[in-house]
C-alpha cells in the first residue's frame, strides 16, 4: 500500500502514517563533490547539506549553516560524521530528550 491511497467514501486522501514514520529511520543519502582540493560539498536531495575541508593534520566537517560540527583524521569518518549530524532525531529520543527537559524545569 502507498502511504497515501483515497478512501473509497469520499474520495479524500488517507494517510498511511505508519509508512510516513519509516522516513525517519531511513538512512541518510548525501551526494558528494569534489569542489577544490581541499574541499568536499555534501547535497541531499539537490539541497545543500554541508562540507569537509581538508588540511595537513584534520578533515572538518560543517553543516548546511556552516557551523563545526567536528573534527576526523580521516575522510571518510568526516562524510560520516555529517551523515549523523543530519539524520532526523528517532522518536524515542526525541521523546527522552523531552522528559529530561522537562525534568529541568
Known amino acids: 500500500m502507498s502511504s497515501t491511497s483515497t478512501s473509497a467514501r469520499s ?7 505508519d509508512h510516513d ?24 536531495r539537490g539541497e545543500f547539506a554541508g562540507f569537509v575541508t581538508v588540511d595537513d593534520t584534520a578533515h572538518v566537517v560543517h553543516d548546511s549553516h556552516s557551523r563545526r560540527i567536528g573534527s576526523y583524521p580521516s575522510l571518510a569518518a568526516a562524510r560520516q560524521a555529517l551523515v549523523d549530524a543530519t539524520r532526523p532525531p528517532s522518536r524515542s529520543r526525541e521523546r527522552l530528550r523531552r522528559r529530561i527537559l522537562a525534568r529541568r524545569r
Open 11 to 17: 474520495g479524500a486522501p488517507i494517510h498511511d502514517h
Open 21 to 44: 514514520h519509516a522516513a525517519d529511520t531511513e538512512p541518510v543519502e548525501l551526494a558528494w563533490r569534489q569542489a577544490d582540493d581541499d574541499v568536499f560539498v555534501a547535497t541531499s
